[in-house]
């Protein structure tokens, strides 16, 4: 168990549709990164918070929004979903240690 | 940006050999390189990692490499077994609180 918390496990929802993932960080840690995984694909970067405030941003679709509460658990919202948005969703966390630890991932499904 | 490349990606050995997976990266600034290997339906695992003020690092029948100079580094797997068969990430970041940049991955298949 990493000590990250990803809810919930598997999401089906329909086109058109707009989903809230949820992540709750290893305690401590206060950076959080979003990371999507298409079938049988690499890992993407979205984005990434600390202590609350975007660091860093990657390949994060404008449809797609996120951030981090003062509790520091952090939220993934999508909008306007479509198919291809079909993929795991995975939240990590680190900070002070410098090493990533993923949580379990959420399942998401468009259909 | 910093851009991290890794092959093979598909390996497949006999139980028992060895097995190497290389990754390379483009920042000089990485200083910090983790390697995850990633069961299907789990999430990725950190199982081993090193800092660029070390060249070689083991974990029991694990081990990392790192050339700073030519900017690569490797995972070796020693006495594979067939539960080692999984998607193997490596990755490259400049520290503490910074982003990590991944590998494309390797899906290793260690046959009995």
């Known amino acids: 168990d990493s000590g990250v918390t990803q809810t919930p496990k598997h999401l089906i929802t329909a086109t058109g549709q707009r989903v809230t993932l949820r992540c709750s960080p290893r305690?401590?840690?206060?950076?959080v990164y979003w990371y999507q995984q298409s079938l049988d694909q690499g890992l993407q970067f979205l984005i990434q918070y600390y202590n609350g405030e975007e660091r860093a941003k990657g390949n994060i679709l404008e449809r797609f929004s996120a951030q981090q509460f003062p509790d520091l658990h952090s939220e993934l919202n999508l909008s306007s979903l479509e198919l291809g948005d079909s993929a795991l969703y995975f939240c990590a966390s680190s900070v002070p240690n410098e090493k990533l630890f993923f949580g379990s991932g959420t399942q998401l499904s468009v259909l | 940006g910093e851009n991290v490349e890794q092959h093979p990606s598909t390996l497949s050995v006999q139980e028992g050999d060895s097995a190497v997976i290389k990754c390379t990266y483009s920042?000089?600034?990485?200083?910090?390189f983790p390697w995850y290997k990633q069961e299907l339906g789990k999430g990725p695992q950190l199982i081993i990692d090193?800092?660029?003020?070390?060249g070689e690092k083991k974990d029991q029948r694990i081990a990392v490499t790192l050339n700073k100079t030519a900017k690569h580094f490797s995972l070796h797997i020693t006495e594979t077994q067939p539960e080692d068969s999984a998607v193997y990430f490596c990755a490259a970041s400049r520290g503490k609180g910074q982003n990590f940049v991944f590998g494309p991955g390797t899906r290793l298949s260690v046959l009995p």
């Open positions: 305690s401590g840690d206060l950076s």
């Open positions: 090193i800092r660029s003020n070390v």
């Open positions: 920042d000089s600034a990485s200083n910090y």
